[in-house]
C-alpha cells in the first residue's frame, strides 16, 4: 500500500487511489472531477512529514471559475490546511495555515508564491509573483502561507510578536513546514516529486527566497529575492528615521497629538527635489532621460545645490519660497539620506544579528522624491491618510524589536543612543547570513532585485549583502555563476515609479536553472514615465554593471534594444 492510500478512509477515497494508480505517476490524469481532490482532504495527520497537520478544505476548481487579474485558472485541486495548530499567549489560536493549488495539467514544477508585511493571511496560491501570467496558469503548483499566525485574532498586525514560536513561525517556520507539506501533497496527488522547485516573491517574499538560501538550502532550486526585507529591524530603523525626518519639522494635530505630516512636503516641493537631482546627475551616464543611471558619480548635496538653469540655490537663503525648499526641509532630506545617527552624529550598527555593517539612509536616485512612490512620500501622508510608515514600520519596533516586547513605547521616540541596547540582537525574524554552502554546493541558483527608490528595505542593505557575498566567494564573476543582483533604477518598493518595474523573473530563474542560462540581463518595461516616451523598455543589467545608451544619436530611447550593459 502507497503512502497516499495510507492516509485515505473511504471506500471512495480508495477508488481514486486505483485512478491515481492508473496514471503511472505521469502528468495525466482522470477526468476533472472532485474524486482526486476528495481524496486529498481525506488523508490524516500520519500521512504527512510534519504533525499535526490538518486538511481543511480540498475541493475541485473548474477551469474559469477562478481568475488572477484577466488570466482565468485552469482545472485544479484547491488544498487547504494548518499544520501546529496551538494556543498560544492571551489564548489565541496561532498556526501555520497553507494553500495549495494542484492543476490537472501539471509542467512538473513547484512554486512557492513569497507573502507580504507581516503576514497574517492566507494569499490566494495563483502564483502571481514574479511573472506576467500567473504561475498556476502556467502549469505551477503553488504553494501560499500565513506565517503562522491570523491578523483577524490579533490588536495589530506586529502583535503576533508578543508569541515566542509565533517569532519563530513569522520567521522560518511557516515556510518550512509548508514547504515540507505541501511537497508531501505534490507526491501522492502526482505520483512523484517536482522536477523543479522556485520560491519567488517581493519584500517579506524576498526575505522567505533568501531565508530558504541560508537555512533550507534543499528546498529550492531556484529563487528569485525581491526588494528583501531579510534584515527587518534594521529597516525598521531606517524607516522609522526617515519619519521621524519629516515628524520634526511640522506641527501637531491639537486632537491627536500626531505630526502633520503632510504639511512637510508640497507636490511643488517634491516636484522641485526632483528637477535639482535630476540636473545634477541624470546626464552623467550620457543620456538625459529621467533615469540616473550612474548613481555612484552623483555627488549630490541639497544645501549647496544651486540650479544651473537659473543661479538660484535649492535651499533657500531665508524664507521659504516657491522656487527653494526651506532649510528644515533641506535637514530632513539630508537625515533621510544619511540613516539613523546617534548624538555623535554617526552612523548605527547593526544591532540585529550583527554583521558589522551600518543601519542604512535611502540614495539620492532620481525617484527619491516621487510623489506617489518615492522615499519621503510613505512618510509624508495626506490631510486623510496617516503616513505608510507609522503603519508599516514603525509600529513594529515595541512588538516585534525590542526585547522584551513593550507595546506602550512610542516609536516616534525611539532615541539611537539609549534605546539601541533594548533591542532583539538575535531576533529570530532576522536573515543577513551570508554562509550560501549549502545552497552553492547543491547548484541553486538565486535573483536578488531592488529598486534604487524603494522607500522601505534602503538598497544599501541589498547591495552591501551582495558586496560581502561576493568577498566570501572570490568576487563577482565567481559569486555570480550562483547569485545575481539587479537594481531597478527609480523603482519603489517592488513596483511603482517612474521605472521599469514590470519583468518577469521567474522566466529568467527557470532559464537558468533548468538550461544553465545565466541572466546577464532582465527586459522590463514601464509606462509611467514622466516626460516622452511615457512608455519604455530597458535592460535591467547584473550588477555591478548599469545600462548605458548605445543606439544612434537620436535614436529611440525607449527601446532595450539601444542600451547595453557596462
Same mark, same amino acid.
Given at each position: 500500500m502507497?503512502?497516499?492510500s495510507?492516509g485515505?478512509k473511504?471506500?471512495l477515497a @480508495?477508488l481514486?487511489?486505483?485512478?491515481?494508480?492508473?496514471?503511472g505517476?505521469s502528468?495525466?490524469?482522470?477526468?476533472?472531477t472532485?474524486?482526486s481532490?476528495i481524496?486529498l482532504?481525506?488523508?490524516a495527520?500520519?500521512?504527512?512529514p510534519v504533525q499535526?497537520t490538518?486538511?481543511t478544505l480540498?475541493?475541485f476548481?473548474?477551469a474559469?471559475s477562478?481568475?488572477s487579474?484577466s !488570466?482565468?485558472?485552469?482545472?485544479?485541486c /484547491?488544498?487547504?490546511?494548518?499544520?501546529n495548530?496551538r494556543l498560544g499567549?492571551g489564548g489565541?489560536?496561532?498556526?501555520?495555515i497553507?494553500?495549495?493549488r494542484?492543476?490537472?495539467n501539471w509542467n +512538473?514544477?513547484?512554486?512557492?508564491q513569497?507573502?507580504g508585511?507581516?503576514?497574517g493571511?492566507?494569499?490566494?496560491?495563483?502564483?502571481?509573483?514574479?511573472?506576467?501570467v500567473? $504561475?498556476?496558469?502556467?502549469?505551477?503548483?503553488?504553494?501560499t502561507? =500565513?506565517g503562522?499566525?491570523? &491578523?483577524a485574532l490579533?490588536?495589530s +498586525?506586529?502583535a503576533?510578536?508578543?508569541d515566542?514560536?509565533a517569532?519563530?513561525?513569522?520567521g522560518y517556520?511557516?515556510?518550512?513546514?509548508?514547504?515540507?507539506?505541501?511537497?508531501?501533497?505534490?507526491?501522492?496527488f502526482y505520483?512523484?516529486?517536482p522536477?523543479?522547485?522556485?520560491s519567488v516573491?517581493?519584500?517579506?517574499?524576498?526575505k /522567505?527566497?533568501?531565508?530558504?538560501?541560508q537555512?533550507?538550502?534543499t528546498y529550492?532550486?531556484?529563487?528569485?529575492?525581491g526588494d528583501?526585507i531579510?534584515?527587518?529591524?534594521?529597516? !525598521?530603523?531606517?524607516e522609522?528615521n526617515?519619519l521621524q525626518?519629516i515628524?520634526a519639522?511640522?506641527?501637531?494635530?491639537p486632537?491627536?497629538?500626531?505630526p502633520l505630516c503632510?504639511?512637510?512636503f508640497?507636490?511643488?516641493?517634491?516636484?522641485?527635489f526632483t528637477?535639482?537631482?535630476l540636473e545634477?546627475c541624470?546626464a552623467?551616464?550620457?543620456?538625459?532621460?529621467?533615469?540616473?543611471?550612474?548613481?555612484a558619480a552623483? &555627488?549630490?548635496?541639497p544645501?549647496?545645490?544651486?540650479f544651473?538653469?537659473?543661479?538660484l540655490?535649492?535651499?533657500?537663503a531665508?524664507d521659504?519660497?516657491?522656487s527653494c525648499l526651506?532649510?528644515?526641509q533641506i +535637514?530632513?532630506?539630508k537625515?533621510?539620506n544619511?540613516g539613523?545617527?546617534?548624538a555623535?552624529g554617526q552612523?548605527?550598527?547593526?544591532?540585529?544579528?550583527?554583521?558589522?555593517?551600518n543601519?542604512?539612509?535611502?540614495?539620492y536616485d532620481?525617484?527619491f522624491?516621487?510623489t506617489?512612490?518615492?522615499?519621503p512620500?510613505?512618510?509624508?501622508? !495626506?490631510?486623510?491618510?496617516?503616513p505608510?510608515?507609522?503603519?508599516f514600520?514603525?509600529v513594529?519596533?515595541?512588538y516585534m524589536?525590542?526585547n522584551?516586547?513593550?507595546p506602550?513605547f512610542d516609536?516616534?521616540?525611539? =532615541?539611537y543612543d539609549?534605546d539601541?541596547?533594548?533591542? $532583539?540582537s &538575535?531576533?529570530?525574524?532576522?536573515f &543577513?547570513?551570508?554562509?550560501l554552502?549549502?545552497f552553492?554546493?547543491r =547548484?541553486g541558483?538565486?535573483?536578488?532585485?531592488h +529598486?534604487?527608490s524603494d522607500?522601505g528595505?534602503?538598497? !544599501?542593505?541589498t547591495?552591501?549583502?551582495y558586496? /560581502?557575498?561576493?568577498?566570501l =566567494?572570490?568576487g563577482?564573476?565567481?559569486?555570480?555563476?550562483? $547569485?545575481?543582483?539587479?537594481?531597478?533604477?527609480n523603482?519603489g518598493?517592488c513596483?511603482?515609479g517612474p521605472s521599469?518595474?514590470t519583468?518577469?523573473?521567474?522566466?529568467a530563474?527557470?532559464?537558468w536553472?533548468?538550461k544553465g542560462v545565466?541572466?546577464d540581463?532582465?527586459?522590463a518595461s514601464?509606462k509611467?514615465f514622466t516626460?516622452a516616451?511615457?512608455t519604455?523598455?530597458?535592460? @535591467?543589467?547584473?550588477y555591478p554593471?548599469?545600462a548605458?545608451?548605445t543606439?544612434?544619436?537620436?535614436g529611440?530611447?525607449? @527601446?532595450?534594444s539601444?542600451?547595453s550593459c557596462q
Amino acid at each position: 500500500m502507497n503512502e497516499f492510500s495510507q492516509g485515505l478512509k473511504s471506500p471512495l477515497a @480508495l477508488l481514486v487511489v486505483a485512478l491515481l494508480s492508473g496514471c503511472g505517476g505521469s502528468s495525466s490524469f482522470p477526468p476533472p472531477t472532485d474524486l482526486s481532490c476528495i481524496a486529498l482532504g481525506q488523508l490524516a495527520s500520519e500521512a504527512f512529514p510534519v504533525q499535526p497537520t490538518q486538511i481543511t478544505l480540498s475541493k475541485f476548481v473548474p477551469a474559469g471559475s477562478v481568475s488572477s487579474g484577466s !488570466t482565468p485558472m485552469p482545472d485544479h485541486c /484547491q488544498v487547504q490546511g494548518v499544520v501546529n495548530s496551538r494556543l498560544g499567549t492571551g489564548g489565541i489560536r496561532f498556526g501555520n495555515i497553507f494553500e495549495v493549488r494542484l492543476p490537472l495539467n501539471w509542467n +512538473g514544477r513547484f512554486m512557492f508564491q513569497g507573502g507580504g508585511g507581516t503576514e497574517g493571511s492566507l494569499p490566494s496560491a495563483f502564483g502571481t509573483a514574479g511573472s506576467a501570467v500567473p $504561475a498556476l496558469a502556467q502549469g505551477y503548483a503553488v504553494l501560499t502561507q =500565513n506565517g503562522g499566525h491570523d &491578523n483577524a485574532l490579533l490588536s495589530s +498586525g506586529p502583535a503576533f510578536a508578543l508569541d515566542t514560536q509565533a517569532q519563530i513561525d513569522y520567521g522560518y517556520g511557516s515556510i518550512d513546514v509548508s514547504t515540507q507539506t505541501a511537497k508531501s501533497l505534490v507526491q501522492k496527488f502526482y505520483g512523484r516529486s517536482p522536477d523543479y522547485s522556485y520560491s519567488v516573491g517581493c519584500s517579506t517574499g524576498g526575505k /522567505q527566497g533568501m531565508t530558504f538560501s541560508q537555512m533550507f538550502p534543499t528546498y529550492y532550486d531556484g529563487i528569485v529575492a525581491g526588494d528583501p526585507i531579510y534584515n527587518q529591524g534594521a529597516n !525598521t530603523l531606517s524607516e522609522t528615521n526617515a519619519l521621524q525626518a519629516i515628524a520634526a519639522i511640522v506641527g501637531q494635530d491639537p486632537t491627536t497629538n500626531k505630526p502633520l505630516c503632510y504639511q512637510s512636503f508640497t507636490t511643488a516641493d517634491q516636484q522641485l527635489f526632483t528637477s535639482a537631482i535630476l540636473e545634477s546627475c541624470d546626464a552623467l551616464d550620457g543620456l538625459t532621460d529621467g533615469v540616473i543611471d550612474n548613481l555612484a558619480a552623483c &555627488n549630490f548635496d541639497p544645501a549647496t545645490y544651486v540650479f544651473k538653469s537659473t543661479s538660484l540655490p535649492l535651499q533657500c537663503a531665508s524664507d521659504k519660497t516657491a522656487s527653494c525648499l526651506s532649510t528644515a526641509q533641506i +535637514g530632513a532630506i539630508k537625515r533621510i539620506n544619511a540613516g539613523p545617527r546617534n548624538a555623535l552624529g554617526q552612523a548605527i550598527k547593526n544591532p540585529f544579528k550583527p554583521d558589522g555593517t551600518n543601519v542604512a539612509g535611502y540614495a539620492y536616485d532620481g525617484a527619491f522624491m516621487a510623489t506617489s512612490s518615492g522615499i519621503p512620500a510613505r512618510d509624508i501622508g !495626506t490631510a486623510t491618510a496617516a503616513p505608510g510608515n507609522l503603519a508599516f514600520a514603525a509600529v513594529q519596533i515595541p512588538y516585534m524589536w525590542m526585547n522584551p516586547p513593550v507595546p506602550s513605547f512610542d516609536p516616534l521616540t525611539i =532615541n539611537y543612543d539609549s534605546d539601541i541596547a533594548k533591542l $532583539a540582537s &538575535n531576533s529570530p525574524m532576522v536573515f &543577513n547570513s551570508t554562509d550560501l554552502s549549502g545552497f552553492k554546493k547543491r =547548484n541553486g541558483k538565486i535573483i536578488y532585485y531592488h +529598486g534604487l527608490s524603494d522607500p522601505g528595505p534602503p538598497v !544599501t542593505h541589498t547591495v552591501n549583502y551582495y558586496n /560581502q557575498l561576493t568577498s566570501l =566567494n572570490g568576487g563577482v564573476a565567481a559569486t555570480q555563476s550562483f $547569485a545575481r543582483l539587479f537594481l531597478v533604477p527609480n523603482m519603489g518598493h517592488c513596483s511603482g515609479g517612474p521605472s521599469t518595474d514590470t519583468f518577469d523573473p521567474l522566466a529568467a530563474i527557470v532559464s537558468w536553472v533548468e538550461k544553465g542560462v545565466a541572466p546577464d540581463t532582465i527586459v522590463a518595461s514601464g509606462k509611467n514615465f514622466t516626460t516622452a516616451p511615457t512608455t519604455r523598455s530597458r535592460p @535591467l543589467c547584473a550588477y555591478p554593471k548599469t545600462a548605458r545608451y548605445t543606439g544612434p544619436s537620436g535614436g529611440d530611447i525607449s @527601446l532595450a534594444s539601444n542600451y547595453s550593459c557596462q
